[in-house]
């Protein structure tokens, strides 16, 4: 996700990720293996196309055209800061997803003002939430997520909450957290079940293909009630993470016009405004 350079106390500095890693979190406490790697994705393009919204699925129907064109949106945290909203929506920024929480002891600082100002400046914006699964529970984070700005109401501005699974950014040797595929199916399970409990939508998944592949044993298990939000910075999609066909949303690059990470939509504006409103 967006880069976020803070890390808890007594951590180490960020060493070199695997190539298709997204960013390391920010936290005040550490997890269990209290070391951070540095990360970086490689590379992917995809083809897009029209998506339909569907109460707790949402997920897009058939693929087509390219990235460029559709509409442009991007992702932040606390590194970001004060964003000039009515900058992005002036260099053609749509929507943004913001860091809420982490695990059970994070709460970004900088979530309720970015949040605020990006729908004031007229962009749909959602929350998301780093995962760290073998600190707590899928449900315990999820609760956790909702009750500090992780929630989703049929406004028509505010997109579904959305669960970063990625490489553990503190301990570069136990990449899956030290978990089995079957653990993190059902830690994943947990978090999902409790979203839908407390806002009648799945949440959008946004992980890796390796991490994803590697870590949940190449699970099937979401694909089909999941949005995909692909983190691959390149021309190309490469895999994906199994079952799923296409992303949601693609995060291509790490930086670019808009500040964070830069984010397409895989459909049109409209279809993007239905996504919202569920």
Known sequence: MARDRDRPSGTQQPSHHPPDAP???EAPHPPRRPRSPRRRLAAGALALGTLTGVLSTALPTVPAAEAAGKPAGHDVSSHQGNVDWKSVRAKGGRFV???????????SPHFPRQYRGARKAGLLRGAYHFGVPNASSGRAQ???FLRHGGRWKADGWTLPPALDLEHNPYDREHACY???????????????AEVL????????????ARWWNGCTGGSRAFAATHPLWLARWHSTPGKLPAGWVYPSIWQHAGSGALPGDQNKWNGTVT????????
């Open 197 to 208: 409990r407390q806002t009648g939508r799945r949440p959008v998944i946004y992980t890796t």
């Open 23 to 25: 960013h390391p979190p």
């Open 271 to 278: 279809g993007l405004r239905r996504f919202a409103r569920g």
């Open 97 to 107: 997803y913001v860091k809420a929480t982490e695990s059970t002891w994070y709460r």
């Open 142 to 144: 999820a609760r956790y």
């Open 178 to 192: 030290g978990m089995s595929g079957t653990a993190l199916v059902r830690w994943v399970r947990g978090f999902s």
